[in-house]
Structure formats: C-alpha cells, structure tokens
C-alpha cells in the first residue's frame, strides 16, 4: 500500500501510517506536533494555533487522531467555484488578506524558532476551515531538531535552514494562487 489511511470525521482526522517508512513518519509527526503545541510562539498573534493538535496517537498501531484543519487548498478553490458557479452561498467566511499575511508569518516563525525544515510544501498541506483560518498539516517528513540538522550531509543543513528563510514567500505565492 502507498498511501497513509486518512479517516476525516466533523472535528478530527484519524491518520494510520503505512507508507514509506511508517514508523519513523508517525514519530516525525508526533514529535513535531508536540514541539510546535508545547513551544507555539503566537507571533504575529493570531486567534488560532495553525498547526494540527494531537489528541491522541497509539505508538503501536502507528496511528493517531488530530483536530481537523478544514479544507486543503485545491478542495477549498474546487468547492469555492462550485458554489460561485450555481451561485449558492458556502459557509466560508471571506478570507482576510492581512490575517493570512500574519498566519504565514506566525507559521514561518514557528519553523525557524524551532528548527523545523518542512519539505511538503504544497496545496494539500494547506488547509482552509469555514472561519477563513489557515493551517499547515503534514509534518511526517519533517526534519525537527538541530541534532537532526548535524546528521545531513555537509551543506545540507545550511540549505535546510536557508529554505526556511524563503517560506514566507512559498507560502504566499501558493496560497494566493488557490483562494483567488
């Protein structure tokens, strides 16, 4: 099997890791979710934490239950046209462009502080909820610690670190391409 199992339910979303490496994917995610919960800088402030929270995870079964984020962006652009498209009303609210400058910001600060390189950037680790929130998800490559950075290849981990410096604009460029 190729692909982790995702179960979403109205306020959480059972992940059960099975592929690549599942053992060590479950604990990148696990450890980073707590470092980024336990050590959150709310810088610029935002009125969410923009990260997946654990609510419990099973070491054994590789598995654990998050919070759901919302929508990923390429299903929240789907379902945006949709709704324009039959001219119906959706339950999102506008999403606020400073807001979401700020979120990025918040989010990217979080990496850097903590020495997080995150290397899954795309449109489905970027979720949307109905209140116009943004969330990155995914961190099961994640590399978490400085320690972590020492192990790569000479180089590599300046470039990891450099990386982080430029999601600002990643990040920006992404999003904006989807809620427009």
Do not use: W
């Not at 992940?15 to 604990?27: C, E, S, Y």
């Not at 590789?62 to 962006?73: E, I, N, P, Q, V």
């Not at 680790?125 to 950075?149: M, V, W």
């Amino acid at each position: 099997m190729n692909k982790n199992l995702i179960h979403i339910y109205p306020t959480y979303v059972e992940k059960i890791f099975v592929k690549g490496d599942p053992k060590n994917h479950f604990l990148a995610e696990n450890d980073t979710l707590n470092l980024l919960k336990n050590k959150f800088i709310n810088n610029p402030f935002i009125n969410h934490h923009p990260f997946p929270t654990i609510i419990s995870s099973n070491k054994e079964n590789l598995s654990m239950k998050m919070t759901f984020c919302g929508l990923d962006l390429g299903t929240y652009r789907r379902t945006r046209r949709k709704y324009r498209k039959q001219k119906r009303k959706t339950n999102f609210e506008p999403i606020n462009e400073e807001y979401l400058i700020d979120t990025i910001n918040c989010i990217v600060n979080n990496l850097k502080n903590l020495f997080i390189a995150y290397h899954d950037i795309h449109a489905r680790n970027f979720c949307i909820n109905s209140n116009g929130q943004l969330h990155l998800i995914d961190f099961e490559t994640a590399i978490r610690k400085p320690e972590d950075y020492k192990k790569r290849k000479p180089g590599q981990a300046a470039y990891c670190l450099e990386r982080i410096e430029k999601y600002k604009d990643e990040f920006k460029e992404l999003i904006c391409n989807y809620i427009t």
